[in-house]
């Protein structure tokens, strides 16, 4: 069967949809720009919008949901057909499974998609477009640690570690019976909670997590192949012992409502679900950055408010199984007002929850406010965008020393107040996800009713294509796909065998936009 046609039927008939043949056409006018060292940045439209309805399931019958968290295209597989539209292969990282009741057994895993777009640049406020970018799914790949055994997207064990030759001590997690509550022999397995996502050439592919937090390289039949530890000053302390637990007990406990682990908060490192958010690799493959999500506990970690300076590492991945540490810097996330906020509690810091390479060393990254979109009880995200980092004049801190020990810090713990000797990234806003009229082009819109053309609030993922793949002249488009939690009322886990109900009583599909920018050579 042809695999062109097998997408569009597959789609089509999923989501009531049929593929548009439209042609590009020229862009009217810039919905916003800037200029970032001397880098110009211009949004151009928003170019498309499409989704995975919140049901759908995998080769193994689990909800395919998450699927935001993080997102790689294949630049070889992204092709121009002759009637305008572009294909493409696009890999997609969930995070923990359903656990917005608490975490469970879930097999951490990547699923892969053929995915069809048709730009629609006459699409208006008046006369909107339906969705133009639809997903065919190919496949799914579980992980697996060093001996083969699955991993899981259960919390880690506030103490202790598994043991493999080769590698550094990682998390555990220890279940009872199957892990989601039944009948079992229980058992140990490596806890991962995906953010972050890179496919290698020979389909291996890297992922960060927020539990260790580590960096993780699986095989291309997703056994793990090597992991990195970061220094000493990320990884969680509590009772001066390394805690690995993000005080997020099984949905069989108590109803995830048990106690974890005592304290609550690390005393120093990554606070809970604030791993490395972020990772990008370069063009060539040589290096890889991770980002974590906001400060770090000793760094003003644990507020709103004061996380807002958060380390930035790079390490030399020549050899991917003997990756090299070698550079650390500072960046500084967004401020925003939160309108439901008390006065005191305003501006709250946007933590980042993606970032991107870029071929001229500059970085996107995607940084947003929280608690606003569909399903929840405030509608109206203020900040929601993609914005532009250079590290080019920054204090590299790892070759500065005095930074990277446990309890060491960049700024001060109350305040989140960076040191001053130290010189933090140069950080531009560029693209606000929230233009409703850019979204109401597409039938879609931020803030207003409740309904299912109302923005996700956790958008964390991006990827970036040419608009010209045979001759790339600095139009890129940029994909972003939402993160909805696995909220469904038709969900299953554990291959089929666990059916579930979110209680919020909503159904979130996998939301996902294009969007058409230029950048400067």
């Given at each position: 069967m042809n695999l062109f046609l097998f997408t569009a039927t597959l789609v089509a008939g999923a989501i009531g949809a049929t593929i548009h043949g439209r042609t590009c056409g020229s862009v009217a006018a810039v919905v916003n720009k800037t200029t970032c060292n001397g880098i110009e940045y211009q949004y151009e439209e928003l170019a498309g919008y499409g989704y995975v309805i919140s049901d759908a399931v995998d080769k193994f019958g689990d909800t395919l949901g998450g699927l935001g968290s993080s997102i790689h295209l294949e630049r070889g597989a992204w092709k121009k057909l002759d009637n305008g539209s572009y294909s493409g292969v696009l890999w997609s990282l969930p995070d923990r499974g359903w656990n917005t009741q608490g975490t469970l057994n879930f097999n951490p895993r990547v699923q892969k998609f053929n995915i069809v777009f048709t730009p629609e640049p006459d699409a208006s406020?008046?006369?909107?477009?339906?969705?133009?970018?639809?997903?065919?799914?190919?496949?799914?790949?579980?992980?697996s640690g060093p001996d083969g055994t699955p991993c899981t997207g259960l919390d880690a064990d506030p103490s202790g570690h598994l043991s493999y030759t080769g590698f550094p001590d990682l998390p555990a997690a220890t279940y009872t019976g199957d892990g989601f509550g039944g009948d079992g022999p229980g058992g140990k397995r490596i806890p991962v909670d995906a953010e972050g996502?890179?496919?290698?050439?020979?389909?291996?592919?890297w992922v960060?997590?927020?539990?260790g937090p580590y960096i993780y390289l699986f095989g291309p039949d997703g056994k793990m192949l090597s992991a990195i530890r970061p220094n000493d000053a990320i990884v969680p302390v509590r009772n001066d012992a390394t805690s690995f637990s993000a005080n997020s007990p099984p949905i069989y406990v108590d109803n995830g409502e048990g106690d974890d682990v005592d304290p609550a908060d690390p005393d120093s490192g990554r606070d809970n679900n604030h791993g490395?958010?972020?990772?990008?690799?370069?063009?060539?493959?040589?290096?890889?950055?991770v980002l974590l999500q906001a400060a770090a506990v000793q760094e003003g970690g644990l507020e709103k408010q004061t996380e807002r300076y958060t380390r930035f590492l790079k390490y030399d991945i020549t050899n991917r199984l003997a990756p090299v540490y070698v550079g650390e810097w500072v960046v500084p996330l967004p401020l925003y007002n939160d309108p439901t906020a008390k006065k005191s509690k305003?501006?709250?810091?946007?933590?980042?929850?993606?970032?991107?390479?870029?071929?001229?060393?500059?970085?996107?990254v995607l940084s947003r406010d929280s608690d606003a979109g569909h399903g929840l009880e405030s509608s109206l995200s203020v900040y929601r965008q993609i914005d532009v980092f250079d590290i080019s004049g920054a204090t590299d801190i790892m070759a500065e020393g005095d930074y990277d020990c446990v309890g060491c810090n960049i700024a001060k713990s109350k305040s989140g107040e960076l040191k001053k000797k130290?010189?933090?990234a140069t950080y531009c806003s560029f693209l606000d996800f929230n233009v409703n009229a850019q979204l109401n082009r597409f039938g879609i819109h931020n803030g207003g009713d409740q309904d299912q053309y109302l923005l996700n609030e956790k958008w964390e993922s991006l990827g970036l294509v040419p608009v010209n793949p045979d001759a790339p002249n600095g139009e890129f488009y940029i994909f972003s796909l939402s993160?909805?939690?696995?909220?469904?009322?038709?969900?299953?886990?554990?291959?089929?065998?666990?059916?579930?109900?979110?209680?919020?009583g909503y159904n979130l599909d996998s939301q996902a936009l294009v969007f058409k920018v230029r950048i400067s050579a």
């Amino acid at each position: 069967m042809n695999l062109f046609l097998f997408t569009a039927t597959l789609v089509a008939g999923a989501i009531g949809a049929t593929i548009h043949g439209r042609t590009c056409g020229s862009v009217a006018a810039v919905v916003n720009k800037t200029t970032c060292n001397g880098i110009e940045y211009q949004y151009e439209e928003l170019a498309g919008y499409g989704y995975v309805i919140s049901d759908a399931v995998d080769k193994f019958g689990d909800t395919l949901g998450g699927l935001g968290s993080s997102i790689h295209l294949e630049r070889g597989a992204w092709k121009k057909l002759d009637n305008g539209s572009y294909s493409g292969v696009l890999w997609s990282l969930p995070d923990r499974g359903w656990n917005t009741q608490g975490t469970l057994n879930f097999n951490p895993r990547v699923q892969k998609f053929n995915i069809v777009f048709t730009p629609e640049p006459d699409a208006s406020v008046d006369t909107p477009s339906g969705p133009n970018l639809y997903f065919g799914y190919l496949d799914t790949i579980l992980f697996s640690g060093p001996d083969g055994t699955p991993c899981t997207g259960l919390d880690a064990d506030p103490s202790g570690h598994l043991s493999y030759t080769g590698f550094p001590d990682l998390p555990a997690a220890t279940y009872t019976g199957d892990g989601f509550g039944g009948d079992g022999p229980g058992g140990k397995r490596i806890p991962v909670d995906a953010e972050g996502l890179y496919v290698n050439d020979d389909s291996s592919f890297w992922v960060s997590d927020e539990y260790g937090p580590y960096i993780y390289l699986f095989g291309p039949d997703g056994k793990m192949l090597s992991a990195i530890r970061p220094n000493d000053a990320i990884v969680p302390v509590r009772n001066d012992a390394t805690s690995f637990s993000a005080n997020s007990p099984p949905i069989y406990v108590d109803n995830g409502e048990g106690d974890d682990v005592d304290p609550a908060d690390p005393d120093s490192g990554r606070d809970n679900n604030h791993g490395f958010e972020g990772l990008t690799v370069s063009e060539d493959g040589k290096s890889l950055w991770v980002l974590l999500q906001a400060a770090a506990v000793q760094e003003g970690g644990l507020e709103k408010q004061t996380e807002r300076y958060t380390r930035f590492l790079k390490y030399d991945i020549t050899n991917r199984l003997a990756p090299v540490y070698v550079g650390e810097w500072v960046v500084p996330l967004p401020l925003y007002n939160d309108p439901t906020a008390k006065k005191s509690k305003n501006p709250k810091v946007a933590a980042q929850s993606e970032i991107l390479a870029l071929e001229n060393g500059q970085f996107l990254v995607l940084s947003r406010d929280s608690d606003a979109g569909h399903g929840l009880e405030s509608s109206l995200s203020v900040y929601r965008q993609i914005d532009v980092f250079d590290i080019s004049g920054a204090t590299d801190i790892m070759a500065e020393g005095d930074y990277d020990c446990v309890g060491c810090n960049i700024a001060k713990s109350k305040s989140g107040e960076l040191k001053k000797k130290i010189t933090p990234a140069t950080y531009c806003s560029f693209l606000d996800f929230n233009v409703n009229a850019q979204l109401n082009r597409f039938g879609i819109h931020n803030g207003g009713d409740q309904d299912q053309y109302l923005l996700n609030e956790k958008w964390e993922s991006l990827g970036l294509v040419p608009v010209n793949p045979d001759a790339p002249n600095g139009e890129f488009y940029i994909f972003s796909l939402s993160d909805n939690d696995f909220i469904t009322q038709n969900g299953y886990m554990d291959g089929g065998k666990f059916p579930y109900a979110d209680s919020t009583g909503y159904n979130l599909d996998s939301q996902a936009l294009v969007f058409k920018v230029r950048i400067s050579a």
